[in-house]
């Protein structure tokens, strides 16, 4: 089976297992407790994320450096700002000046 072959089916899978979950949760009422959890998921999900990319480089953690910094910065806008948008434009330029200028 060839790799685009492969890509295409993955990806087919994974629209049909979305699908799925909203086709059986359509014109249903979810309860309140299952509504409260998921408007938490992508709250845990981004961290999740965040914190892999940031001590993994692929299959070793990753070495101090400047993910270290734009993490820290992007930490310090975070708490400051309370804003997603500034959050990540901070960390995304931080971790461009700090691959730039690291040795």
């Known amino acids: 089976m060839s790799f685009t072959v492969e890509v295409l089916l ?3 899978g994974t629209y049909l297992m979305r699908v799925s979950v909203i086709a059986l949760a359509a014109g249903r009422e979810l309860p309140e ?3 409260n959890t998921l408007r938490l998921i992508p709250a845990a999900v981004l961290p999740a994320l965040v914190a892999n990319a940031l001590v993994f480089d692929g299959s070793s953690v990753r070495p101090l450096g400047p993910w270290y910094v734009a993490f ?3 930490l310090l806008v975070s708490i400051r700002t309370r804003s997603i948008g ?3 434009g901070a ?3 931080a ?3 700090a691959t730039a200028v690291w040795p």
């Open 10 to 12: 993955a990806a087919l």
């Open 33 to 35: 407790r299952l509504r």
């Open 72 to 74: 820290a910065l992007a």
């Open 86 to 88: 500034w959050t990540l």
């Open 91 to 93: 960390g995304m330029v």
């Open 95 to 97: 971790v461009w000046v």
